[in-house]
């Protein structure tokens, strides 16, 4: 006699099974982001307390995806939705999680305001070069030389600028209670660690926190599984630098 | 428990912004989330001079894009908040009211309407009638109070919480430049004393217990996948507002019932054709007139037979035609003629209205 096993694939307790399997494409980051998110929110013991905002773009898939109220907002508006949660309500531990479109293009004047305000709440900016839901165009992240249905002779420096450096712009205009950090999917260990304390950072009612996690777009891309690890660990890495920009200390006695 | 900030009723002479922000903490508002722009910049400073002492807050954001959105998210976290704007600024603002339209966010908006388009004058106009009851990519799903003194600016903007929360629709108190800044007297009061028992609020999200667990999580949504999934719920928010409607409708007439001429207006205008009415009177003409108090919903069935019955209409207003837009839709089928002053960004005086009535007839 046989015994069916029925393997369950693992996924962080706060996520909402109804809604698995994600809506996300095969191969894009946001799964992996989230998931590192959700064992965050596991480890802490804080799903009651979560509000979960979610922008437009690829990552209002998200709106129904863990077991914590979640709110899905405007394009660019994900960080003004949860500042507003976050002032009437300082219980909540509120994120606002928007792709590089939404958090450097339409979106930027909210996200150097709050940092500015030190608002205390958690920004998470997914980059995966390019907007993702509209089709690949080109964003304030895309590497120089590269190939988007808005750049298709490839983003020229000259007429375009060069990559929006979220976490260091964060960084330059926090005080030293902010929390900022980028991550990568390809690291998702210490992705979660950065989302950890990230997290303590606004429980301890610090201020603002601020992770950029590199992510991929195999879709939009056109990358088949190697060459898409490839981009987001060898290209992205050499713009974007992957660790710690601001860590406050411990308070004494924790 | 922090003292009542007002107790009982208290005569007061002051501005119409210091009245809004009077009429907020007597609404017991929590949060009002603000950027400056003229002419309601009062409304700011008034209520976080008062805001601290009664434990409520303020937050001075970026811009107009994100008092609204920020607006949304308190009430969203079960808190009576709201904003207020002019101008450029209502603007900017229609995204965030549609977002509020589209997951019945229970907003309050003070609009106090300057000069337009663009920039165009700091002062007065009638013109942001069209942006504040049908603006942004939406169906006009909100209620849109038009006052005309400081009474009510005071008794609208506490009816606008209790609509707002009662409803579920994003709420606007449509005030103008002229009464933001001019000052008269009002009576203020604490809204228990005359017997109204602001409407309780509730977290949407944010809610006890654990989410998956002891309830379902909030997933609160405003885009869909299909048409059809969209026509379902347009369709619901539309019907909801129908069934509303009747409820809050609101409108004042004076001297209508055998007028000759039937004036037509709104808002602060409607003082000026108060007193033209009472001059036609006095000189034998046979005046009356109708005042929508909500321009949504809008009074049509109480229009229409006193539309029908007046030899002529007049229709009389600070902008080229957007509150005749909303009359007319009303009026379709009527064949009562219909003149009009249409003074975009200009006051109007009973003199103009008086002559006016006079070379009609």
Redesign the interface.
């Known amino acids: 006699m046989t015994v069916a096993t029925v393997l369950e694939p693992k996924m962080p307790k706060c996520w909402r099974q109804e809604t698995k399997p994600h809506k996300f494409c095969p191969g894009c980051g946001h799964g992996d982001i989230l998931k590192a998110l959700g064992t965050a929110i596991d480890e802490l013991g804080i799903q009651d307390r979560v509000v979960f905002g979610c922008d437009i773009g690829c990552s209002l898939l998200s709106w129904d995806l863990f077991n914590c109220d979640s709110i899905q907002t405007h394009h660019g508006r994900t960080t003004p939705v949860m500042t507003g949660v976050k002032r009437a309500r300082p219980d909540r531990i509120c994120i606002a999680y928007m792709g590089d479109g939404g958090g450097y293009a339409i979106g930027s004047q909210h996200l150097v305001n709050a940092a500015s305000r030190n608002e205390k709440i958690l920004v998470i900016v997914a980059n995966n070069v390019q907007y993702g839901m509209t089709g690949g165009q080109m964003a304030p992240t895309t590497l120089p030389g590269m190939k988007t249905e808005t750049s298709p002779y490839g983003r020229d420096p000259e007429s375009t600028g060069n990559p929006t450096l979220g976490p260091e712009m964060v960084a330059a205009i926090t005080p030293a209670s902010a929390y900022v950090a980028r991550g990568t999917m390809a690291n998702l260990r210490q992705l979660t660690q950065m989302f950890k304390k990230a997290l303590q950072n606004q429980i301890d009612g610090n201020g603002f926190s601020f992770v950029e996690a590199l992510s991929a777009c195999p879709t939009n891309w056109r990358t088949n599984a190697a060459k898409t690890w490839e981009f987001v660990e060898k290209e992205m890495t050499k713009y974007f630098k992957v660790g710690e920009l601001k860590a406050p200390a411990k308070k004494e006695g924790q | 428990m922090a003292d009542k900030p007002i107790q009982g009723e208290k005569r007061m002479f002051m501005t119409g912004n210091e009245v809004c922000a009077y009429a907020a903490l007597a609404a017991n508002v ?2 009002m ?1 603000g950027y400056p722009i003229t002419p309601q910049n009062e409304i700011m400073h008034y209520w976080t001079r008062l805001a601290p002492k009664h434990n409520r ?1 303020f ?1 001075q ?3 107009e ?2 008092a609204g ?11 009576r ?1 709201f904003t207020a704007t002019a101008g450029p600024g209502n603007t900017l603002m229609q ?2 009211m549609s ?1 509020a339209e589209m997951m019945r966010i229970p907003a309050v908006f003070i609009i106090q309407q300057r000069g337009g388009p663009s920039t165009a004058t700091v002062i007065y106009s009638q013109q942001e009638v069209t942006m504040t009851c049908f603006g942004a990519n939406g169906e006009g799903l909100r209620v849109v109070y038009s006052t005309s003194s400081h009474q009510e600016l005071f008794d609208y903007t506490i009816k606008s919480f209790n609509v707002a929360w009662k409803y579920r629709f994003p709420t606007f108190v449509l005030g103008d430049g002229y009464q933001a800044k001019m000052r008269e007297s009002v009576t203020i009061y604490d809204p228990e004393v005359r017997g109204i028992k602001m409407v309780d609020t509730y ?1 949407l ?3 006890p ?5 002891d309830r379902d ?7 869909y996948n299909t048409e059809e999934e969209l026509y379902e719920v347009v369709k619901d928010l539309v019907d909801a507002y129908e069934k509303m409607a009747p409820e809050i409708v609101e409108h004042s007439t004076m001297e209508c019932d055998d007028a000759d001429v039937v004036i037509l207006c709104h808002g602060i205008v409607s003082r000026a054709a108060i007193e033209a009415v009472r001059n036609l009177r006095a000189a034998g003409v046979k005046a009356g007139f109708f005042r929508p108090i909500t321009l949504r919903p809008f009074a049509k069935d109480a229009l229409r037979p006193i539309a029908e019955k007046a030899k002529k209409l007049l229709i009389v207003e600070s902008s080229q035609g957007q509150f005749a837009k909303i009359v007319t839709d009303a009026l379709y089928g009527l064949t009562t003629p219909m003149e009009t002053i249409f003074k975009p960004g200009l006051g109007i005086t009973s003199d103009e209205i008086v002559n006016k009535v006079k070379a009609m007839i």
């Open positions: 929590d949060v989330y807050t937050l954001t970026e811009d894009i994100s959105f920020t607006t949304c998210g308190g009430v969203m976290s079960g808190k908040c995204e965030a977002m977290p999200v944010g809610l217990g654990m989410p998956g667990v999580p909030a997933h609160l949504r405003n885009t």
